[in-house]
């Protein structure tokens, strides 16, 4: 079964902390793609980045940060002195390709409230 | 700008009525897609489409339909046979073909439907 798990279905922390979101992945198989998307209140996902299952480096972008660990099948994202902009809904998603055609499958999604 | 517009924002529907939401984009994608987004729930896929005059069921196709005559415009429709159809519900757009699944897809604003 293809599965996205983010068993924290809200978060709030203050101002200037760090957080880090959990996800967890379900697949069989071999080669896809994980993605992590930011839903702002006025509703659009914006994309934030992709990983593929053969590159287990972590990455840095700014204050966000990424670890994806293939043995423990997650895909964390942390952000760093953390933002009131910050806040939003946060979807983890697995792309699998199915007769040709990419699927997404997304998790629950992470409310995220950075309290000023 | 290249982007998505979806419209309405915000629609409300009588019961026993059937709906269409617009879906418009200049992306010059091949690949669109719907999604309805339930409170606490990740998004589920409704339909997709690949190439002009071609779509596929996803996973909730039902009391839904769908028509792509143009390569730009995916309108939905939203039947009376759908039972529960209140909901957010958006669109998406990507490159296809998606070798591996890495294409990210592209959202719109979203429209917001309640029966009434």
């Known amino acids: 079964a293809q599965k996205v798990t983010q068993a924290q279905t809200e978060i709030s922390v203050v101002e200037k902390e760090d957080v880090t979101l959990d996800c967890v992945y379900e697949t069989r198989d071999t080669t896809y793609y994980l993605f992590w998307y930011k839903q702002p209140p006025s509703g659009e996902l914006v994309f934030l980045i992709r990983?593929?299952?053969?590159?287990?480096q972590n990455e840095i972008s700014g204050r966000y940060s990424w670890n994806f660990q293939k043995s423990t099948s997650s895909f964390n994202f942390t952000i760093t002195a953390s933002q009131v902009v910050d806040s939003a809904v946060y979807f983890c998603?697995?792309?699998?390709?199915?007769?040709?055609?990419?699927?997404?499958?997304f998790g629950q999604g992470t409310r995220l409230t950075i309290n000023p | 700008d290249g982007g998505i517009t979806q419209s309405p924002k915000y629609l409300f529907r009588k019961e026993g009525q059937n709906v269409t939401l617009s879906c418009e984009q200049n992306?010059?994608?091949?690949?669109m897609y719907w999604y309805r987004q339930d409170p606490g729930q990740g998004l589920r896929l409704i339909y997709y489409s690949q190439i002009v005059n071609d779509f596929q069921k996803g996973d909730i196709a039902e009391g839904y339909s769908v028509s792509r005559e143009k390569k730009e415009s995916f309108p939905l429709t939203v039947t009376s046979a759908q039972k529960n159809p209140t909901a957010f519900y958006l669109c998406?757009?990507?490159?296809?073909?998606?070798?591996?699944?890495?294409?990210?897809?592209?959202f719109g604003p979203g429209t917001r439907l309640t029966v009434l």
């Open positions: 990983r593929n299952s053969f590159d287990e």
């Open positions: 998406a757009s990507s490159i296809w073909p998606s070798g591996g699944g890495e294409n990210e897809q592209f």
């Open positions: 998603a697995l792309s699998l390709t199915i007769q040709g055609a990419q699927k997404l499958v």
């Open positions: 992306l010059n994608h091949d690949a």
